[in-house]
C-alpha cells in the first residue's frame, strides 16, 4: 500500500494516524484476516516500516475498537524469529521497550514471505556495529566453505539464504543432528529438531526444523550486541543453552536444548570470540532438602 490512509478501517486510529505522521514510511503491508491451522482466527493486520523500525497494527475482533499497535525500533532489537512450515508463517520480534522488553508476535501466510523478507532485513541493519563487506557479498573463508559442504544439504541451502545476510561473514558453526529418546518401548520421541548456530560479523543465527515438521524453516538473529553472555545447564541427557539478552536494563533469554558435544564445540568457537560463558550445576545433581515436621 502507498499511505495508511489505504488500510482498511479496523486497522485505523487516531493514534495510527500520529504514528504515521511522525515517521517516514518506507513500506506497507496488509494482511487480511485469517484460519491459521484450520481453527484459530487472525484479524486484520499491518506492517508499517520505517527506515529504522516496524509498527504492527492488529485490528480487534470487537467492533468500533481501536487496533492494537505495536512500535518497535531496530537499534533495540534483541532478537527476531520467523517460523515458515509450509502455509504456516510465524513471526515474533523482541525488543526494548519503555519499561519492559516489547514483543511483537504475528501469523501469517508464507505467501507474503516474499514481500515481507526485504523490509525485515533492512530492519536488523539498524544493529550492525561491525562493518561489513561490500554491499551484496557474503564472504565465506576456506574453514566455512569446508564446514558448508559437509552439512546437510537442506541446511547448507538454509545458511546460504538465511543465515548469511547480505555483508555479513561468517566465522563459526556448529550443526546438531535432530535427537530423541525412547518411548513406551517401540516408539522414540523427538526431543530436539536438526539445529544449525552460526556466528557471523554481527549476530548469532539459529535455523532449525520444527520438532514434529520437517517441510519448513524456523531462524533467528540475534545482535551480538545485544549478547551479555551464555549459560549452559545440564539437564540429563541434553543441556539447556540460555543466551541472555540485555538492553539497557531490560533482559530476556533466548534458549535452546542441545547436546552436551553441540555445546562444547559452541562453548570454544564463542569463548574464541571473547563472549562471556557460564557453566551452571546439573539440576538433577542439586541437593536436596527433606523437611520433618
Request: some cysteine.
Given at each position: 500500500?502507498?499511505s495508511?490512509?489505504?488500510?482498511?478501517?479496523?486497522l485505523?486510529?487516531?493514534?495510527v494516524?500520529?504514528?504515521?505522521t511522525g515517521?517516514?514510511?518506507?513500506?506497507?503491508?496488509?494482511?487480511?484476516?485469517?484460519?491459521?491451522?484450520?481453527?484459530?482466527?487472525v484479524?486484520?493486520?499491518?506492517?508499517?516500516?520505517?527506515?529504522?523500525?516496524?509498527?504492527?497494527?492488529l485490528a480487534?475482533i470487537?467492533?468500533?475498537?481501536?487496533?492494537q499497535?505495536t512500535h518497535?525500533?531496530?537499534?533495540?532489537?534483541?532478537?527476531m524469529?520467523a517460523?515458515?512450515?509450509?502455509?504456516?508463517?510465524?513471526?515474533?520480534i523482541?525488543?526494548?521497550?519503555?519499561t519492559?522488553p516489547?514483543r511483537?508476535g504475528m501469523e501469517f501466510n508464507?505467501?507474503?514471505?516474499?514481500q515481507?523478507?526485504?523490509?525485515?532485513?533492512?530492519?536488523?541493519?539498524?544493529?550492525?556495529t561491525?562493518p561489513?563487506?561490500?554491499?551484496?557479498?557474503?564472504?565465506?573463508?576456506?574453514?566455512a566453505?569446508?564446514?558448508?559442504?559437509?552439512?546437510?544439504?537442506?541446511?547448507?541451502?538454509g545458511?546460504?539464504?538465511?543465515?548469511?545476510l547480505?555483508?555479513?561473514?561468517?566465522?563459526?558453526?556448529?550443526?546438531?543432528?535432530g535427537?530423541?529418546k525412547?518411548?513406551?518401548?517401540?516408539?522414540?520421541?523427538?526431543i530436539t529438531?536438526n539445529?544449525l548456530l552460526l556466528l557471523?560479523?554481527?549476530?548469532?543465527?539459529?535455523?532449525?526444523?520444527?520438532?514434529?515438521v520437517?517441510?519448513?524453516?524456523i531462524?533467528s538473529?540475534?545482535?551480538?550486541?545485544?549478547?551479555?553472555?551464555?549459560?549452559?545447564?545440564?539437564?540429563g541427557?541434553?543441556?539447556?543453552l540460555?543466551?541472555?539478552?540485555?538492553?539497557?536494563?531490560?533482559?530476556?533469554?533466548?534458549k535452546?536444548?542441545?547436546?552436551?558435544?553441540?555445546v562444547e564445540?559452541?562453548?570454544?568457537?564463542?569463548m574464541?570470540?571473547?563472549?562471556?560463558?557460564?557453566?551452571?550445576?546439573d539440576?538433577a545433581?542439586?541437593?536436596?532438602?527433606e523437611i520433618?515436621?
Amino acid at each position: 500500500m502507498k499511505s495508511v490512509s489505504d488500510l482498511a478501517t479496523e486497522l485505523q486510529s487516531p493514534a495510527v494516524t500520529t504514528l504515521a505522521t511522525g515517521e517516514a514510511l518506507q513500506t506497507i503491508i496488509a494482511f487480511p484476516p485469517q484460519i491459521q491451522r484450520g481453527r484459530h482466527y487472525v484479524p486484520k493486520q499491518a506492517l508499517l516500516f520505517t527506515p529504522t523500525g516496524v509498527i504492527h497494527l492488529l485490528a480487534s475482533i470487537w467492533p468500533d475498537q481501536e487496533p492494537q499497535v505495536t512500535h518497535i525500533n531496530g537499534g533495540d532489537l534483541m532478537y527476531m524469529k520467523a517460523t515458515l512450515l509450509l502455509l504456516y508463517g510465524f513471526l515474533e520480534i523482541v525488543a526494548q521497550g519503555q519499561t519492559s522488553p516489547t514483543r511483537l508476535g504475528m501469523e501469517f501466510n508464507t505467501v507474503a514471505w516474499y514481500q515481507l523478507s526485504r523490509p525485515l532485513r533492512q530492519l536488523l541493519q539498524a544493529t550492525k556495529t561491525t562493518p561489513s563487506t561490500p554491499a551484496g557479498e557474503i564472504s565465506y573463508s576456506l574453514a566455512a566453505r569446508q564446514v558448508l559442504a559437509k552439512l546437510p544439504l537442506k541446511f547448507s541451502n538454509g545458511a546460504k539464504l538465511y543465515g548469511l545476510l547480505p555483508g555479513e561473514e561468517l566465522e563459526e558453526s556448529v550443526f546438531q543432528p535432530g535427537t530423541w529418546k525412547r518411548w513406551l518401548l517401540l516408539f522414540r520421541q523427538p526431543i530436539t529438531a536438526n539445529t544449525l548456530l552460526l556466528l557471523t560479523s554481527n549476530y548469532v543465527v539459529v535455523i532449525q526444523e520444527e520438532l514434529k515438521v520437517a517441510q519448513g524453516w524456523i531462524f533467528s538473529y540475534i545482535p551480538r550486541n545485544s549478547i551479555a553472555g551464555m549459560q549452559n545447564r545440564p539437564c540429563g541427557l541434553w543441556n539447556e543453552l540460555s543466551i541472555q539478552l540485555k538492553r539497557g536494563d531490560q533482559s530476556v533469554d533466548y534458549k535452546l536444548l542441545l547436546k552436551s558435544e553441540a555445546v562444547e564445540t559452541w562453548r570454544m568457537q564463542w569463548m574464541r570470540h571473547d563472549g562471556q560463558w557460564q557453566d551452571l550445576p546439573d539440576e538433577a545433581e542439586k541437593p536436596t532438602i527433606e523437611i520433618i515436621g
